[in-house]
C-alpha cells in the first residue's frame, strides 16, 4: 500500500507532463484526488494527434485572465491555460478538450466555417431555442441575429435564464446550454460530446456539426 501511495505521491510533486508530445507545466498544485498522469493519458488515446499539434504548451494553475473573466480555462496564441482547482479527473479532462476544440476551430476555420452549414444549422436551433424562450422571457434582440460571441446573450443566458433551467430548455434542440452562447461555442461543445460524450447523440441532435468534427478526426486517415 505504501508503494502505491508513494507512486501517487510523486505524480503530485512532478511539475511536468505530455499530452501528445505538448509539455503541460503544473504552476500551481492540483488537489490530491486528480490525477494528472490519467489527465493527459486520457485525451491522449482519445484524441488524434494531428487534433492536438497546433497547441504548443499547456498550463494549469491561477491566472489573472481567468479571475478577470471568471474562466476554468482558456485557449490563447497557441497555448492553453485551466485552472488547477478541479473536482474530479474528468473536469480537468472536459476543460482541456473544450480549449482543444477551439484550438482546433481556429486552425481548421475553412473546414468548419468555409461553407456555412455550421452557421445555418446554428441559426436554426437558436430560433427553435428563441420560440421555447420568448414564452418566459425578454429575449435580447440579437439572440437571432448574432451568432459569434455577444456579451449581452452570454450574460442572458448564464445570469437571466441560469443553466439549470436552460439545460433542459435545450432538450433536444442543444446537446447543453453552454452550446447556445454562441457558434464557437456550438462547435467545441459538440467537439467534447463526441469524443467524451454520447456521440450517437450528436450525430442524432447536430448532423452537420457532428459531420464537420468527423472530418477533422479522420482528416488524416
Not at 112 to 141: C, H, I, T, W
Not at 184 to 193: C, D, I, L, N
Amino acid at each position: 500500500m505504501w508503494i502505491t501511495e508513494s507512486a501517487k505521491a510523486g505524480r503530485k510533486l512532478k511539475d511536468m507532463f505530455n499530452l501528445s508530445g505538448v509539455n503541460v507545466y503544473i504552476k500551481d498544485r492540483l488537489p490530491d484526488d486528480i490525477d494528472p498522469e490519467f489527465v493527459f493519458n486520457y485525451i491522449s488515446a482519445r484524441v488524434p494527434f494531428h487534433l492536438v499539434r497546433n497547441i504548443d504548451v499547456i498550463y494549469v494553475g491561477q491566472f489573472p485572465e481567468m479571475k478577470k473573466r471568471d474562466l476554468n480555462a482558456y485557449y490563447e496564441d497557441g497555448a492553453i491555460y485551466v485552472t488547477n482547482q478541479q473536482e474530479e479527473d474528468i473536469d480537468m479532462i472536459d476543460d482541456i478538450i473544450h480549449e482543444l476544440a477551439h484550438s482546433v476551430e481556429r486552425n481548421n476555420e475553412e473546414i468548419v466555417y468555409g461553407n456555412g452549414s455550421l452557421q445555418r444549422e446554428f441559426k436554426a436551433k437558436r430560433r427553435n431555442l428563441y420560440n421555447v424562450m420568448s414564452e418566459m422571457f425578454d429575449v435580447p434582440e440579437g439572440f437571432l441575429r448574432d451568432i459569434e460571441y455577444n456579451k449581452e446573450i452570454d450574460m442572458f443566458l448564464y445570469k437571466t435564464v441560469g443553466y439549470e433551467i436552460l439545460n433542459q430548455l435545450v432538450t433536444n434542440i442543444f446537446v447543453s446550454g453552454y452550446a447556445a452562447t454562441s457558434v464557437s461555442e456550438y462547435f467545441a461543445r459538440g467537439f467534447e460530446e463526441y469524443f467524451i460524450g454520447d456521440k450517437d447523440s450528436l450525430k442524432q441532435l447536430s448532423p452537420v456539426l457532428y459531420g464537420i468534427i468527423d472530418k477533422l478526426v479522420h482528416l488524416e486517415d
